[in-house]
């Protein structure tokens, strides 16, 4: 079976432009959730999302939206982009709802590098 | 805030070595569980290994083991006969209420030959 995939795979844009990222779960999989990886650190959540509803959203501005699509793929707008928003974009996906509650393991795709200049 | 604590930025093997990965957490959750993740130079970051907090057994894939102190709040990882594939960040990562996950600043590995 596909694992989770997303595109691109890299991206360049310059600041004050926008961008959409696309990631399709593993079958099956109901939830996708987003990170942002900025270089030397640990994936920071952005969103996650289950049966196309935003479940959770981690500490992002306004300018970070996302949506979920019937098959349960899902797309990462960022607005007005900054130099600041360069990173290693990671989405991943869960059978069901992942959170503290929940016992679903979340498996990542392989990422998109985002470059603003 | 929930944290993650990797107190280790880089460790460095032999190959056929056993190496042990820190992790401490930080959670008010009564029940839950933590992963270690490894993100080789693909970038691509890998499930190894998922424990269950309230199991006191602790987890095992073949050559990767943790040492889960709930008490202490701590959850390392034991890497056995280290091989050149295992070079990589590893990350300590647990749910906490609506997030997925929260993630540690990452060990990065080196394996040397």
């Known amino acids: 079976d596909a694992g989770v995939t997303q595109s691109p795979t890299h991206l360049i844009k310059t600041r004050g432009q926008q961008v959409t990222l696309r990631c399709s779960p593993i079958?099956?999989?109901?939830?996708v959730s987003w990170y942002q990886q900025v270089l030397g650190q640990g994936p920071q959540f952005i969103f996650q999302?289950?049966?196309?509803?935003?479940?959770g959203r981690g500490n992002f501005p306004d300018r970070f939206s996302a949506r979920q699509f019937p098959n349960y793929s899902s797309e990462l707008n960022v607005n007005a982009l900054l130099l600041g928003d360069s990173a290693l974009y990671l989405c991943?996906?869960?059978?069901?709802?992942?959170?503290?509650?929940?016992?679903?393991?979340?498996?990542f795709g392989p990422g998109t590098r985002l470059t603003v200049l | 805030a929930q944290t993650v604590t990797q107190s280790q930025p880089e460790m460095s093997v032999q190959e056929a070595e056993t190496v042990t990965l820190s992790c401490t957490y930080d959670t008010s959750e009564s029940d839950y569980y933590l992963f270690w993740y490894k993100q080789p130079p693909s970038r691509q970051m890998i499930l190894v290994i998922r424990q269950e907090a309230y199991k006191q057994q602790n987890a095992t894939e073949n050559r990767f083991s943790v040492n889960f102190q709930k008490a202490a709040k701590s959850f390392s990882l034991k890497i056995s006969d280290s091989q050149l594939g295992d070079a990589a960040m590893y990350f300590c990562?647990?749910?906490?209420?609506?997030?997925?996950?929260?993630f540690g600043k990452g060990t990065r590995l080196s394996v040397i030959a």
């Open positions: 999302y289950y049966e196309k509803e935003e479940r």
């Open positions: 991943a996906s869960s059978l069901g709802l992942a959170g503290a509650a929940n016992t679903d393991t979340q498996y």
């Open positions: 990562a647990y749910p906490s209420g609506n997030t997925p996950l929260v």
């Open positions: 079958s099956g999989h109901k939830s």
